[in-house]
């Protein structure tokens, strides 16, 4: 059966996210891209995926609960996801931890090209990592994206801390 799949436009501080989501599972999220076809009304998930982006852009939400479709994804490309997805909230982590916390430690490559194709920036926080040296590495918004979305981790811990 084929499930009806919405696409939204979502204004974030940092420019268009299209969302894709159909009824059951967020699909993808991309930024600076324009949906080509653009329905009006939202489904749930759409709801809940700009909801939650809200709240991330807020300073509200370190962590993000949505049902993702990754079973298209190869099993290696899972378990790096599932490793991004454990990095803190303005944090940062290498290439090489990363691949040795996966237990594959060599595969800076593969690793790369699975962070490349993170269908989830953000939700699964592929910005968070850097290459051993300290510089930002790719990021499949660029750089300049992948530098904001740090920075405001950065300012968003330093406001709480001054706050809590």
Known sequence: MQRKTTIFDYQSPLGIIKIIADESYLLSISFGEKGT?????KN???MDTTRQLDEYFRGKRRKFNLPLKLDNYTPFQRKVWQA???IP???TMNYSDLATIINRPGAFRALGNACGKN???IIIPCHRVIKKDGSLGGFSAGIGIKLKLLEF???VTKRKKIHE
């Open 84 to 86: 991004l997805s454990q």
């Open 119 to 121: 269908p989830y920036p």
């Open 89 to 91: 909230f303005a944090h």
């Open 37 to 41: 076809i653009q329905n009006k009304e």
């Open 153 to 155: 981790e950065q300012r």
């Open 44 to 46: 749930r998930i759409i």
